[in-house]
């Protein structure tokens, strides 16, 4: 079965130089533009990742986290079906991590 892409991923990022100050834009897999970024300088040598270039690179590969959330989510769950005490103990894989990755993927998707 195929799934459609509802994100049409993959995001990409293009920089643009505005004067002095650069900006990013994210677009989708057919160029759209989804979101622009306010003006920030590349960093330089040693100089920090700024903010703002940070955020957008998060951004641009959230569809590729979403998928792998989803993934590993599911490799979980198989493992659970799994009756091998010495595999995992239910306890440690049902709780914290299992419930996380539910919830993000449920925000994601809301």
């Known amino acids: 079965m195929t799934q459609v892409n509802e994100l049409n991923a993959p995001w990409s990022l293009h ?4 004067g002095t100050e650069d900006i ?11 979101v ?10 040693d100089d920090p990742i700024p903010a703002t270039l940070a955020a ?10 979403l998928s792998a959330a989803k993934a590993t989510l599911t490799a979980l769950e198989l493992i659970l079906e799994v009756d091998d005490p010495a ?5 440690e894989w ?3 991590p299992m419930a996380t990755l539910r ?6 998707e809301s």
Request: no cysteine.
């Open 56 to 65: 957008m690179q998060l951004i641009a590969v959230a569809p590729k986290l």
């Open 36 to 45: 622009t970024s306010r003006p920030f300088w590349l960093p330089e040598g």
């Open 94 to 96: 049902e709780a914290e």
């Open 24 to 34: 990013v834009t994210i677009r989708d897999a057919n160029g759209e533009e989804l």
């Open 15 to 18: 920089f643009h130089r505005d």
């Open 103 to 108: 919830a993000v993927i449920a925000e994601a």
């Open 87 to 91: 595999a995992y103990t239910q306890i």
